[in-house]
């Protein structure tokens, strides 16, 4: 059973850096792209980051471009998301999603970060 | 950026009966080799978004046959033959021709 599961959220004031994390289990993941996309409170779906199966490509929305970094450790089977400069717009539920070419396919229950002073 | 425009934004449905969720693409979202890279989600309340329909028209694993997706190359529909209380929740369409991967605002569907 595939199982995608975030850590690393909470309250953090602006400015400052938070780290998230995203354990993978039930597939090889390092034979997949994988991908946050974010959900801000009674808001709809927005793609933050994706990187290739081998960490070589790495894609951003433009409002996060500089501040945030999303990385992997295939031996660990583990997602990252480096979020710096953060602001009150980067407040949401995020979410680490498997990405292929049959989509988004498997999601995990997501991690909130609020950002407030 | 490829917009995706959802309707209606909510509907309301009696249980056996169907429904249709409509998306349009700001450009046409059919590649050169022949696949339209449109996908349908559902989010349940309180749940996280999952995957019913990839590539336009193919039913992802473990989804009931009775959804389905079709369209043409900027017009798109997902329709839920004999809705059921478990269908209820928030469908949004997305797209996955060109980055950045885009979503529709969703639309809500609930129980009559």
């Known amino acids: 059973e595939v199982q995608l599961v975030e850590s690393g959220g909470g309250l953090v004031q602006p400015g400052r850096s938070m780290k998230l994390s995203c354990a993978a289990s039930g597939f090889t993941f390092s034979n997949y792209g994988m991908a946050w996309v974010r959900q801000a409170p009674t808001k709809g779906l927005e793609w933050v980051a994706t990187i290739s199966y081998d960490g070589s490509s790495t894609y951003y929305r433009d409002s996060v471009k500089g501040r945030f970094t999303i990385s992997r450790d295939n031996a660990k089977s583990t997602l990252y998301l480096q979020m710096n400069s953060l602001r009150s717009e980067d407040t949401a539920t995020y979410y680490c999603t498997r990405a292929y070419n049959s989509g988004f396919d498997y999601w995990g229950q997501g991690v909130m970060v609020t950002v407030s002073s | 950026d490829i917009v995706m425009t959802q309707a209606p934004l909510s509907v309301s449905v009696t249980p056996g009966e169907s429904a249709s969720i409509s998306c349009r693409s700001s450009k046409s979202l059919l590649h050169s080799n022949g696949i339209t890279y449109v996908y349908w989600y559902l989010q349940k309340p309180g749940k996280s978004p999952q995957l019913l329909i990839y590539?336009?028209?193919n039913l992802a694993s473990g989804v009931p046959d009775r959804f389905s997706g079709s369209g043409s190359e900027t017009d798109f529909t997902l329709k839920i033959s004999r809705v059921e209380a478990e269908d209820v929740g928030i469908y949004y369409c997305?797209?996955?021709?060109?980055?950045?991967?885009?979503f529709g605002a969703g639309t809500k569907l609930e129980l009559k």
């Open positions: 590539r336009m028209s």
């Open positions: 997305g797209q996955l021709l060109e980055n950045p991967p885009t």
